[in-house]
C-alpha cells in the first residue's frame, strides 16, 4: 500500500456532530444548523522583464462566515440586526468554531468583528420545512487557531 495511513485515519473522520458554534462568551448557539468559514485571497499579477510568464505575490484576504440557523425563537442575534436597521449602526458579533475529536482534542477558532455581509434572511418560510435564517457574515479580524485537532 502506497499511502499506510489513508486507511488508518479514517476512523478519526468528524461529521457535522462533532461540531459546534458559540457565541463569544462560549454560549453554545444551538438553533444554528450548520456553519462554515472560508478564505479568499487576492493576489497581485505582474510581469518581469525577460520572461513570457505572469506571476502572483500577496496582497489581500478575506474571511466570510455563513451560518444556517433554525428559527425556534427570536433571538439576540436578530434584535440586534433589526435595531441595527433602525438606528442605522450595524452590529458586530465574535464567535467560536469548534470540533471534537475522539481522543477529546478539539480544534477552536475564533471569529471576531464580524459584520452582516450580504443577504441575510429576515423570514424564509416553505410549507412543510423547518424554518430556517441564513446568515453571511464578514469577519474583520484574522481568524485565531486556539486549538489543534490531534489524532494521537
Given at each position: ?21 458559540y457565541?463569544k ?31 502572483e ?5 478575506s ?81 485565531k ?8
Amino acid at each position: 500500500m502506497r499511502n499506510p495511513r489513508a486507511s488508518v485515519d479514517t476512523r478519526h473522520a468528524r461529521t457535522g456532530k462533532d461540531g459546534a458554534i458559540y457565541n463569544k462568551d462560549g454560549v453554545l448557539l444551538a438553533s444554528v444548523e450548520s456553519f462554515s468559514s472560508s478564505v479568499t485571497y487576492n493576489n497581485s499579477k505582474y510581469g518581469v522583464l525577460g520572461d513570457a510568464q505572469e506571476h502572483e505575490t500577496p496582497n489581500t484576504f478575506s474571511v466570510s462566515l455563513t451560518m444556517s440557523q433554525i428559527v425556534i425563537e427570536d433571538d439576540a442575534f436578530i434584535q440586534e440586526l433589526y435595531e441595527g436597521m433602525e438606528t442605522q449602526i450595524m452590529p458586530s458579533w465574535d464567535f467560536q468554531g469548534s470540533l471534537l475529536g475522539l481522543n477529546g482534542s478539539e480544534e477552536r477558532v475564533v471569529y471576531r468583528d464580524c459584520v452582516p455581509s450580504g443577504q441575510i434572511d429576515l423570514q424564509n418560510l416553505t410549507v412543510g420545512d423547518v424554518i430556517k435564517r441564513n446568515w453571511n457574515l464578514f469577519v474583520n479580524r484574522p481568524p485565531k487557531l486556539q486549538n489543534l485537532l490531534t489524532i494521537g
